[in-house]
T-cell receptor
Framework: ELKVEQNPLFLSMQEGKNYTIYCNYSTTSDRLYWYRQDPGKSLESLFVLLSNGAVKQEGRLMASLDTKARLSTLHITAAVHDLSATYFCAVDGGATNKLIFGTGTLLAVQP | DTEVTQTPKHLVMGMTNKKSLKCEQHMGHRAMYWYKQKAKKPPELMFVYSYEKLSINESVPSRFSPECPNSSLLNLHLHALQPEDSALYLC???????????FGPGTRLLVL
């Protein structure tokens, strides 16, 4: 059974600082996704990572994938308050496109 | 149009009521999904439709009944729900049975 773990569960950071969220998964997968969810809102797609060594960047967020280590990271550079949200990684469980979500990381950026 | 829409936004129902949630997309996506999300938890998959056929049912109780009338619409019929079914119900779609899933805004359901 595919399991997806994220850490930390909660992250409080100051504006301007850098930090990384980690996503580990238990079995081989072809695709890994990162989503953002604001309080009371739906999920917004951030990145899809399709191959070993894939790196994608959008603004202050950069995601990478190491399929051999079954690890993805979401790096935040020079955080700003607008990045405060819950971030989920999700792994494709196979041909059925069944997404297994990580536990989520609640990011709070303090001024 | 890159949007998934859901109605209603909020729903309060009693345990004896019958109600339906509606989801619509006009992106030409052929896979559609229902998820349930409890507060401070990740979404949990309930159902997957691929080419209007049910392909995954994650052992969801029969008081939840999905329906896919056409390639753009997905319904979730609710009957005799329990208070623990209160949650945010999210619909999503993707181009095929693989690929990025795009989520709707959700229906926040409260069962009294």
């Amino acid at each position: 059974e595919l399991k997806v773990e994220q850490n930390p569960l909660f992250l409080s950071m100051q504006e301007g600082k850098n930090y990384t969220i980690y996503c580990n998964y238990s079995t081989t997968s072809d695709r890994l996704y990162w989503y953002r969810q604001d309080p009371g809102k739906s999920l917004e797609s951030l990145f899809v990572l399709l191959s070993n060594g894939a790196v994608k960047q959008e603004g202050r967020l950069m995601a990478s994938l190491d399929t051999k280590a079954r690890l993805s990271t979401l790096h935040i550079t020079a955080a700003v308050h607008d990045l405060s949200a819950t971030y989920f990684c999700a792994v494709d469980g196979g041909a059925t496109n069944k997404l297994i979500f990580g536990t989520g990381t609640l990011l709070a950026v303090q001024p | 149009d890159t949007e998934v829409t859901q109605t209603p936004k909020h729903l309060v129902m009693g345990m004896t009521n019958k109600k339906s949630l509606k989801c619509e997309q006009h992106m030409g996506h052929r896979a559609m999904y229902w998820y349930k999300q409890k507060a401070k938890k990740p979404p949990e998959l309930m159902f997957v439709y691929s080419y209007e056929k049910l392909s995954i049912n994650e052992s969801v109780p029969s008081r939840f009944s999905p329906e896919c009338p056409n390639s753009s619409l997905l319904n979730l019929h609710l009957h005799a729900l329990q208070p623990e079914d209160s949650a945010l119900y999210l619909c999503a779609s993707s181009r095929l049975a693989t690929g990025t899933q795009y989520f709707g805004p959700g229906t926040r359901l409260l069962v009294l």
